[in-house]
């Protein structure tokens, strides 16, 4: 019983997911049970959502607790904690001319660097919201973060690597 609950619930979730608007909701750590012979009193699952912007915080928050709000079986309880824990990235001016040094830099080294949204939840969301120049995202290359199909570009490592480096020589001028 809890299990159809469960993963009902799941589907729902994930269904709200919109990657190409840099959203994404993605039920990635599931526990519960006490044991493998017995039906499961309870679970737990927590819930990443990425967004794009604070509306869009505000859209997807109240679309969660829509979806956790209707019951599935009765004799389920579904208890939903939390929200929105970190702001979107802001793209400011200051960003944008940390953003042309990295560009400059990688064309230095044959490199093609693309200026994108992804919907992450960086640390950096929080410095650019002050103005701070931030950007996220120096790291390997990869997509569909947090689905079915994500991935990992092991040779853009040493690449990044480098490419990093350039740029903390070229700020430190």
């Excluded at 039920?27 to 699952?45: C, E």
């Excluded at 679309?63 to 702001?87: D, F, H, M, W, Y």
């Amino acid at each position: 019983m809890l299990f159809k609950s469960f993963h009902t619930k799941i589907q729902a979730l994930h269904a709200l997911s919109r990657h190409d608007e840099g959203l994404s909701v993605n039920v990635g750590l599931i526990s519960g049970g006490t044991s493998v012979n017995t039906v499961a009193p309870h679970a737990r699952a927590e819930i990443d959502v990425r967004i794009s912007t604070d509306e869009q915080g505000i859209e997807i928050d109240k679309q969660v607790r829509e979806v956790c709000s209707q019951p599935v079986l009765a004799g389920v309880k579904l208890t939903l904690n939390g929200g929105i824990n970190r702001p979107p990235m802001v793209k400011t001016p200051e960003s944008a001319n940390l953003i042309e040094i990295i560009k400059q830099q990688a064309d230095l080294i044959g490199l093609a660097i693309e200026d994108i949204s992804t919907g992450g939840g960086s640390d950096a969301s929080f410095t650019a919201g002050v103005g701070t120049p931030s950007v996220d995202g120096l790291g390997p290359i990869g997509g569909y973060q947090h689905s079915d199909k994500e991935y990992l570009d092991l040779p853009s490592l040493t690449e990044r690597t480098v490419l990093f480096a350039n740029v903390i020589k070229r700020l430190s001028q």
